[in-house]
T-cell receptor, first 109, second 117 residues
Framework: QQPVQSPQAVILREGEDAVINCSSSKALYSVHWYRQKHGEAPVFLMILLKGGEQKGHDKISASFNEKKQQSSLYLTASQLSYSGTYFCGTALYGQNFVFGPGTRLSVLP | GAGVSQSPRYKVAKRGQDVALRCDPISGHVSLFWYQQALGQGPEFLTYFQNEAQLDKSGLPSDRFFAERPEGSVSTLKIQRTQQEDSAVYLC???????????????FGPGTRLTVL
């Protein structure tokens, strides 16, 4: 079952923050985040496992709330290079993940 | 090469033609996946190989779609009697681990954009 992502699209000015949410109705084992720029392949950002952990690198971080079956991706002090479509992928244990519909992020100068 | 490569990058086919799309995964990667991505949508799973074994083909939309990975490395996705609704970007991804283990980062190729006229 495909996860739900919100918002569908967001427009930011350089330096602003954004949060992208991903939720599922199933008991998840892992959540995967990818970013895809127009005409390019999706690029891996991070994986979060159940247990409510939080991960991050540079100014992009994410959390996984196991009770709510929800993950949030946090982008702080956004840069022009952050523009693209962000996909979450949700997986049950032992299964491949299913991509969400994506959130289109545009960072303007 | 260091990454996943796919060929051709673009393919235009007339309705009814057969096409073959190739994927060269990262060397040594156990898992290989095919996805179909329609414009403005997320990638949708088609099929999965663990080495040469096709363990999941539940996402293939019809029996016109066929995939193989005979030696556990290069994979080919074949579409017979193409239809206009087959127009999409076909993405291949490989992973050093099996899916669902929590460590299954997938590395994607650039995709093949198929246009069926």
């Amino acid at each position: 079952q495909q996860p739900v992502q919100s918002p569908q699209a967001v427009i930011l000015r350089e330096g602003e923050d954004a949060v992208i949410n991903c939720s599922s109705s199933k008991a998840l084992y892992s959540v995967h985040w990818y970013r895809q720029k127009h005409g390019e392949a999706p690029v891996f950002l991070m994986i979060l496992l159940k247990g409510g952990e939080q991960k991050g690198h540079d100014k992009i971080s994410a959390s996984f709330n196991e009770k709510k079956q929800q993950s949030s991706l946090y982008l702080t002090a956004s840069q022009l290079s952050y523009s693209g479509t962000y996909f979450c992928g949700t997986a049950l244990y032992g299964q491949n993940f299913v991509f969400g519909p994506g959130t289109r992020l545009s960072v303007l100068p | 090469g260091a990454g996943v490569s796919q060929s051709p990058r673009y393919k235009v086919a007339k309705r009814g033609q057969d096409v073959a799309l190739r994927c060269d995964p990262i060397s040594g990667h156990v898992s290989l996946f095919w996805y179909q991505q329609a414009l403005g949508q997320g990638p949708e799973f088609l099929t999965y190989f663990q080495n040469e074994a096709q363990l999941d083909k539940s996402g293939l939309p019809s029996d016109r779609f066929f995939a193989e990975r005979p030696e556990g490395s290069v994979s080919t996705l074949k579409i017979q009697r193409t239809q206009q609704e087959d127009s999409a970007v076909y993405l291949c991804a490989s992973s050093p681990t099996r899916p669902g283990q929590g460590t299954d980062t997938q590395y994607f190729g650039p995709g093949t954009r198929l246009t069926v006229l």
